[in-house]
DNA sequence: CTGACCACAACTTTCGAAATTATAGGTGTA
DNA sequence: TACACCTATAATTTCGAAAGTTGTGGTCAG
């Protein structure tokens, strides 16, 4: 029952309905990462269900994920808190992701077959659709290009062997996106050279070029959070 | 109200009453990495209410929460299942957490301060008490010995400096956990040189020589996985 | 004026029933 | 006999209310 072709207002109801579609975790995510709800906030479950519609249960599920993930936490008795962020968090975290994305995407590099091949040409394409627009258009659409850009690396590194190599990485790349959302409104961070990093990234590893590919994911990393310390 | 004392059978009533006031999460966890239910196996509701006697919003977040940590794999509407092993992953995470542990353990050695010493020495003597009893005994105390050897490992990198080096080396850990236990019932897993290998890791941190404590770790849980894949 | 204690208010946590969704078995038709 | 559909059953998923806890403000004794 997708009636969204019938709406006026089609852009706009195209991606909120997108939104409000997703489950209460995701949504939940989402508005952490982007500093819906700030640091240290308290999460109240009066508001919560009220604010996404769900019952109690359904939302202490979605929380107690969450903390297990990193992103609130939890006190026996006093309820859950958005987790806390600092410069020295964002150091570490960016230390591990780019220790297990180079180690993934030199896996995916040696076991990679043709599908893993096209949907990183794919992606790409639809990365700099987004990344290709003049610097408004890309503002109005930031959580599309987070979603697109987060496909992207995904992309890159969905070959590689090791389930948890995987798996760890992404949960280092969720922490990241939170430290991101800060670079948003300066226009280096979210435009810059990061056009011609995703290309080069790409090319370098079609052309399973795993040494290139692995320093330039660093430094393209490296780059985004430095950055966003700076505006810490 | 502990009427435990009043109970005849003292010793079984501490050991089975202090496993039974955990919450269901713990025990839940603990069944799993004990092989109480098998790999794989449908975890249904109406029987788990039963066991644990908890409602099901109770053990539905205690489920999703083992989802996030590996234990258990989630289908929408198809419930819950015990996460499947093998080999590969038993390798794989014992990379992870050789990789994990011996950084841990070198930041420790690097910034671990007095209580950090202290705490090493003490947990160390409660888990020498069962590693050095006779076969039959240790046997009997397994679970025991479990909780102790995590307080081992867990109070050599206690002092490392990175939240997140030390949260994703306890989410191995606890995996790792899950396959040490196939080694339970043959005497060269459960005994061997276990007493003089903790006391040689022990004696190595204390001396703050990092590159030692590494390469016994190493070997350490590398022996341990290799017996473990033998009897998978 | 200070400190402790008590009662009230707000919030978290838990439970069990109701609604929804998947599964299996059986019936009818080609 | 094979296939599809429909029904009954069994499971998951969600919700709202009740029970339990923590925090707070006020009162009374010292």
Redesign the interface.
Known sequence: MPPNSLDPTISQSLTRDRAENRDVLTRLRTDIVSSEFAPEARLKFAEMTKRYDVGV?TL??AL??LS???FVTVEAGKGFRVAPVSAE?LL??TD?FINFEKRAVREAIEHGGEDWETNIVAVHHRLSLIEGLPWERRMERHSEWVERHREFHEALVSACQ????F??RSI?FD?LDRYRFVTKRTPEGMGGRKFEEHRDIMTATLARDADLASSLIEQHIRDTSERAIKLL
Chains 1, 2 share one sequence.
């Not at 090791?162 to 190599?165: A, I, P």
């Open positions: 249960g202490r599920e107690s994920q297990s993930e990193g968090e570490e975290i591990h090791g389930q948890w190599l798996r760890l280092m922490q």
